[in-house]
């Protein structure tokens, strides 16, 4: 090999070992917490009549999903005071099946919320369409598509009070994934646990909040207080702009494992998810752009580049001709892309309740950070201009 080779390829050695090293160091100090997270809450099987909720959902063409969803918010018991089904005029059917539902159960109202003004993404004019009228001490926004377990109202109040939180959401457990979305997805998941740290954790800076819209509860007061969902008119990832807005202004938040209380059917193929989620889960409009580039160089450097760089170091270490100094580069390398790779595949142990199914996809996503890496760069890369069948063209501009 040339010596200009040897001189490139050192400089390039070293070159990754300094923006690995701090990067995963970095990272280590976000997980660290992770440790001592606490496990999935339970649900409460037990009424309760000191406290009153108001579910908010919002619907546009959700017939195909929301059923469960209705069934699931039917069987709850209190503190549930009411079900506020905001609707943005569906034609698919999904009006009637609320109406069907409501002639069930008097808790559930249909509202229809009026046309959606200029600079108003859509889920988030009907949440703040719920609140205008919900009654409740607790507002917990539900999405069409989850599937709430018996108790799953009661278990959420109770963690809050019990962490003393104003807002709280929760991660869902992921269900009826096909084997390519379980292979894909957990990557994209895995991605979100590096840049904000893991549910159940101590709270993270404002800044690094994460949070959950599809089981997203407030104290009513405080989010009033605060200015409402209004806070989050234009964002695409309403649910992190909003808890990172109230975080910011002294609200406690929190982010707890919901996987034993409510389940997630969010998309009907690869493509979809690949798409709609995709889109949004780099949540630029909650994050400063230098902090988002950040983010997606430490999902290269730490998630995406270590399994196939290990390939390529583990046949440079073994080349009998390699020089001492190089060799030395080369060894050093080797651990700290095996250390990133182990973090990695402990996510996998860490994330698993997470997912209703696993099998061979879901333990083999690691092979998918490549994909989820350049995802996540596409989407902090674009600004997006459709969300659930709605263009966004002047949203998108401004």
């Not at 917490?33 to 908010?56: A, F, K, N, Q, Y």
């Not at 209004?230 to 909003?242: E, I, P, Q, Y």
């Not at 390939?311 to 001492?324: E, W």
Request: with cysteine.
């Amino acid at each position: 090999m040339s010596g200009f080779a040897l001189d490139a390829g050192r400089a390039i050695g070293l070159l990754l070992l300094g923006v690995q090293v701090p990067l995963l160091l970095l990272l280590l100090v976000r997980l660290v917490p992770g440790r001592s997270r606490r496990p999935p809450e339970p649900p409460r099987l037990t009424p309760r009549t000191d406290t009153s909720v108001t579910v908010i959902v919002a619907t546009l063409n959700e017939a195909k999903r929301i059923g469960p969803c209705l069934d699931g918010l039917m069987r709850q018991s209190a503190p549930l005071t009411e079900v506020l089904v905001v609707d943005s005029r569906s034609t698919d059917g999904t009006r009637e099946l609320v109406e069907a539902a409501a002639k069930q159960d008097p808790r559930i109202r249909l509202i229809t919320d009026d046309p959606l003004p200029a600079g108003w993404v859509g889920k988030v004019w009907a949440l703040e369409t719920g609140l205008r009228e919900a009654r409740g001490e607790w507002v917990l926004g539900i999405d069409a598509d989850t599937v709430p377990a018996p108790g799953m109202v009661g278990a959420v109040v109770d963690a809050a009070e019990r962490d003393g939180f104003d807002v709280a959401s929760f991660g869902p457990q992921f269900r009826d994934q096909t084997p390519a979305e379980r292979f894909v997805q957990p990557a994209m998941l895995v991605t979100l646990v590096y840049r904000c740290g893991a549910a159940g954790a101590t709270q993270p800076p404002a800044d690094r909040v994460l949070a959950n819209g599809q089981c997203f509860l407030a104290r009513r007061d405080v989010l009033q207080a605060h200015g409402g969902y209004a806070v989050a008119r234009a964002s695409f990832s309403d649910d992190v702009t909003l808890a990172r807005h109230l975080a910011m202004r002294g609200a406690r938040v929190g982010f707890l494992d919901g996987s034993r209380i409510i389940q997630v059917r969010a998309y009907t193929t690869l493509g979809e998810m690949w798409r709609e989620w995709g889109r949004s889960f780099d949540l630029k409009d909650a994050t400063p752009r230098w902090r988002r580039w950040l983010d997606v160089a430490l999902v290269w450097a730490v998630q995406a580049v270590p399994a196939p760089l290990l390939l390529v170091l583990l046949t440079l270490v073994a080349l009998p001709g390699a020089a001492s100094p190089d060799r030395m580069l080369w060894e050093a390398l080797v651990l700290v892309n095996a250390s990133a790779l182990l973090v990695r595949l402990l996510m996998l142990v860490a994330l698993r309740g997470s997912y209703a199914e696993r099998g061979v996809s879901y333990w083999t996503s690691w092979l998918a950070d490549v994909a989820a890496a350049w995802r996540l760069t596409l989407s902090t890369a674009r600004v997006p201009r459709a969300w659930r069948g709605r263009q966004y063209e002047t949203l998108a501009d401004a």
